[in-house]
């Protein structure tokens, strides 16, 4: 039985890694196995987690050929959603740091799962005329991001830039990223993986309790980012079924080959 994650011990760092080949896309299955593997991290006594994905793309965002297989049937679409926000809000509430090694795209759903994060390590762009690129793309496939997760991209980048970001549904360069704040740090893509986790390494050298307890000060504002009110997800999944979603979700799957 093939699993979407592989887990590989550094001491007392676990990096858990996305592997859905070819693209991570975030599926019911991979969202739920991720809320496990950070819960057993968690039960097992590890003090840092290290989230990675692919070599060229971190995760594409979410599985829309399987939400959109789901029909009419919402109560299947609002497991698949919670699926999601279950797993953001695994990382966000982790009582212990997670930095994330980005080797690649990672657009919408992966972008959510790396501003929940502590730390974001991203792969420099090798390739001047085809960058790397990061961001909150909804509304180029006709969704909107909810304001707790519109809360996670502020605390980063700012309210007016992060507005300005996810009214244009803007994947930004690498590059750019990193000087408005996105991403914290810039690597080669063959040292993103070893630079997330001596950051980790360096991080768990402080006195842990001190460490910990000013973390969860600096962190207050995105667990309240991620409350229930503020995520309101019956509201996002009654606007996937309006009829401009539906027309941007469906061009999607054409242009995925899946229509």
Known sequence: MTTPLALFNHGPIRQIRLARPPVNALDTELCRALIGAIEQAHSDGVQGIVLSGGEGIFSAGMDVPELMAHGDDRAGLLQSWQAFFGAVRAIGHSRIPVAVAIGGHCPAGGCVLSLAADYRIMAASSDAARPFRIGLNEVAVG?????????????????????????????????????????????????????????????????????????????????????????????????????????????????????
């Open 143 to 259: 969704l909107v991001a909810p304001e707790g997760i519109q809360r996670l991209l502020r605390r980063l980048v700012g309210v007016h830039r992060a507005g300005q970001l996810l009214i244009g549904g803007e994947m930004v360069a690498a590059e750019r990223a990193h000087a408005l704040g996105m991403v914290d740090e810039l690597v080669p893509l063959e040292q993103v993986d070893a630079r997330a986790l001596a950051w980790m390494e360096q991080l768990l050298r402080l006195p842990r309790s001190p460490m910990l307890a000013t973390r969860a000060i600096a962190r207050a504002d995105l667990h309240e980012a991620l409350a229930p009110e503020h995520i309101q997800l019956e509201r996002f999944v009654q606007a996937w079924y309006e009829a401009d979603a539906q027309a941007a979700l469906t061009e999607l799957l054409a242009r995925l080959g899946k229509g």
